[in-house]
């Protein structure tokens, strides 16, 4: 597969791997179409990983995009939906000047019920990867320093398979 332009998959100070700038990107330009595979629930799939496009479907990340992280303060959003033929589609926007170097992270805005505790070290981390206004699941801690290793890990996806939805997914 060809390699996006601008982009590099790294080890993440975050989590696991994560993507880096390797140029400089303004406000609003897009950073890259993602290459994916659209699913729908019940249909076999490669990864736990995916966008939610809509109820039951989904957008498999095929590409370096699949490694971006999460921040409760992202650079990137994610913008995702389905084409009138049926296809699905998700493009990374920059939400701020991103320089070289800087790591790229958005939202992954999870559900509350698959809500996992976050360490993205934003300084407004909400504690949890979740979606802004979402509670935490009851009975745990808010703390964000715990992180048990047999817990599923977002390394990419804005969210996990039949889980979260892109941030802001687009008709
Ligand atoms: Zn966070």
């Known amino acids: 597969m060809a390699r996006i332009p601008g982009l590099q998959v790294v080890r993440s100070a975050i989590d696991g791997f994560g993507v880096v700038a390797t140029r400089r990107f303004r406000k609003g330009a897009v950073?890259?179409?993602?290459?994916?595979?659209?699913?729908r629930a019940g249909e076999p799939r490669d990864d736990t990983w995916s966008l939610v496009l809509d109820d039951g479907v989904f957008f498999d990340m095929v590409d370096q995009?699949?490694?971006?992280?999460?921040?409760?303060?992202?650079?990137?959003?994610?913008?995702a939906g389905i084409t009138r033929r049926g296809n699905g589609w998700a493009q990374l926007q920059a939400l701020r000047d991103i320089a070289p170097g800087d790591e790229l992270t958005y939202d992954y805005a999870f559900d509350a019920v698959h809500a996992v505790p976050?360490?993205?070290?934003?300084?407004?981390c909400r504690g949890?990867?979740?979606?802004?206004?979402?509670?935490?699941?009851d009975g745990r801690s808010?703390?964000?320093?715990?992180?048990?290793?047999?817990s599923p890990r977002s390394t990419r996806g804005p969210s996990r398979s039949p889980r979260?939805?892109?941030?802001?997914?687009?008709?």
């Open 128 to 137: 949890w990867i979740i979606a802004p206004g979402l509670t935490p699941p």
């Open 65 to 79: 995009t699949r490694w971006v992280n999460h921040s409760c303060e992202p650079n990137v959003v994610v913008e």
């Open 31 to 39: 950073i890259a179409d993602v290459e994916g595979v659209l699913w």
């Open 118 to 124: 976050c360490r993205c070290g934003a300084t407004r």
């Open 142 to 150: 808010s703390s964000a320093r715990s992180r048990s290793s047999t």
């Open 164 to 171: 979260a939805r892109a941030s802001r997914a687009s008709p």
